[in-house]
Structures are given as C-alpha cells and as structure tokens.
C-alpha cells in the first residue's frame, strides 16, 4: 500500500480505526502528566485510539486528570509506580491491536524500566517514536535500536539525550546539528528529531528537513511530550516515518506560535500548545 505524503481530509464513511489505534508506553510515579500531554496531544492530532500504558500505582492520578477520551492499561508495578520487566508480555500482547508504538515519555530509569524500554524497541513489530527516558535506556549503545525488517523507528532527542547516545559533547552537537543528526540516522537506519533551535529531521535515506515555526516560549516542562503524542499520531494515520515527523515538528512548532501570540513567550505552557494544534492543523489543510 502507498503511503500518504500529506495530511488530507477526511473520508464521509470514516471510521476511529482508520486514523490509527496509538499505544502509548509512558509515566512513573511523580510523571504521570508526560503521559496524559502525550496522549491528548495525540487525540488532537488525529488519533482514532489513544489508550495509555501507566504502573498500576499512578493509574487513578492518570484517570483523575485524564480527557475522557483516553483510555488506560495499568500494569501491575509491585506498589513502586514504575515499569517493571515483567510488563512486557501483556504490552505485547495488547500491541498486536494496534498500528503504532510511543515508549518513553515520563518513564523514569529504574534498571527494570530501561531494561523493558529495550525489549520493547527491539521485540515489537511496529512503527514506534521513542523518546525521553525511552532514549535513555540506549545510552551508549544505539546500535540496540536498529530497527527490524520494515518496521521504521523515531528518536527524538534534545542535545543532552543525543550526547548520552553518542558519546558526543553537546558543544560538538549543537556545532553541526544537520551533520550529526544525518550521520547517526544513516548509520542506525531511524529518522532522528534532534530537537532545539531549528529543530532537525534526518531520514536514513537522506532525505533532511531544517524548521523554521516555534519560539523560545516552547522550552518548557512537556513540550517534548507533546511533540511525541503528535509525531506517532501521524505515523499511526498512514505517513511514513519520515514525512510524519517533518509535519509533526512544523505544526508543533506552529502551535506554539499561536500559542504564545495569545499567552506570550513567557506565559507558554505546553497544554496551550495542545489547544492549538486544531488550529495549526487547520491553517495546513485549509479547511
């Protein structure tokens, strides 16, 4: 089947199964939000379905502050609010109803944490965005996350979590942002979001994309959550790994824009950049 290359409208006879059945691996006891701002996020970019994987222990936090919309798969945690290894088997067997795979937002790095982190880029078999903590667990050896077969991965790194990956300074990185996001995508065959100033996209086909939308009133507490949200909702709604990212940083990026026209930089919080991606989204399709 031939991938889309472009957000487009919507069939009259849709259904929620069309547009992307997203599981999302995310949260740690004092982390539950990481996960809900991934998720709504990833409602208002589209998602058919959202549900949330969270330890069992912050599950009622999770559902307390959570849209209605969202859906949740608590596991058990031994009472720690964290994953456990033995999570695993039942979120691979709840993947086998879904289409895309978000690990890492709020997951903490607990040794059991990272361990199922590694597992699960390695094991399931479906498009995934990996990002936070989840890049953490492959500090120092990236060569774990390369992909199998036809199932493409997204990292999506700030300089100091691509440093920890690469063994590189963050002065080196930020030096020549383009060249190493290319080179490490390329050699571990994923599409890398080095994220920053012009945040970068690299394909490992080459293929490169420099952006040009947000502001500094984006660095704040869980911009990068919702990024993550928006990036798999696209993957999970038929865009190759590549193109998803590329209008996944764009409208994020745009969001944020209007969001702080309205906030102001200094007043920008990342659920005001959530409730503009319906606008952003909106400014790109014309509708």
């Known amino acids: 089947m031939r991938l889309p290359t ?6 009259t006879d849709s259904h929620k199964g069309d547009y992307g059945r997203l599981l999302i691996v995310a949260g740690s006891a004092g982390f539950s939000g990481a996960a809900l701002l991934s998720g709504h996020a990833a409602l208002r970019s589209g998602s058919g379905l959202v549900t949330l994987v969270v330890p069992a222990s912050i599950n009622n936090a999770v559902i307390r502050k959570k849209t209605p919309e969202l859906m949740t798969l608590p596991l058990p945690d031994a009472g ?9 088997s039942p979120i691979r067997k709840f993947a086998d109803s879904c289409n895309v795979l978000l690990v890492g937002p709020g997951l903490g790095q607990a040794a ?8 699960l880029v390695r094991e399931i078999l ?6 936070a903590d989840g890049l ?3 500090a120092g050896r990236p060569e774990l996350m390369r992909p199998a077969g036809r199932w493409g991965l997204v990292i ?5 979590e691509m440093s920890r990956l690469t063994g590189l ?11 190493t996001a290319s080179d490490f995508a390329r050699k571990y065959c994923v599409t890398v979001v080095l994220k920053g100033y012009r945040t970068v996209v690299a394909g490992p086909d080459g293929r490169c994309y420099i952006n040009n939308t947000g502001n500094p009133g984006m660095a704040t507490a869980g911009s990068g959550d919702v990024l993550a949200g928006m990036l798999a909702a696209f993957i999970g709604q038929g865009l190759d790994c590549f193109t ?17 026209a309205e906030k102001t930089k200094i007043s920008l919080i990342a659920g005001d950049i959530i409730d503009k991606i319906p606008q952003a989204i909106k400014s790109m399709l014309k509708v």
């Open 112 to 119: 059991g944490t990272r361990a199922l982190a590694v597992k």
């Open 136 to 138: 953490n667990a492959f």
């Open 244 to 260: 998803a990212a590329k209008f996944a940083v764009y409208l994020h990026g745009l969001a944020g824009d209007m969001a702080a």
């Open 126 to 131: 479906l498009p995934k965005v990996l990002d």
């Open 6 to 11: 472009r957000l487009s409208k919507r069939k």
């Open 80 to 88: 720690k609010g964290v994953f456990l290894s033995s999570s695993f």
């Open 169 to 179: 300074s963050v002065s080196k990185i930020q030096g020549s942002r383009k060249q």
């Open 156 to 160: 999506t790194p700030h300089p100091g």
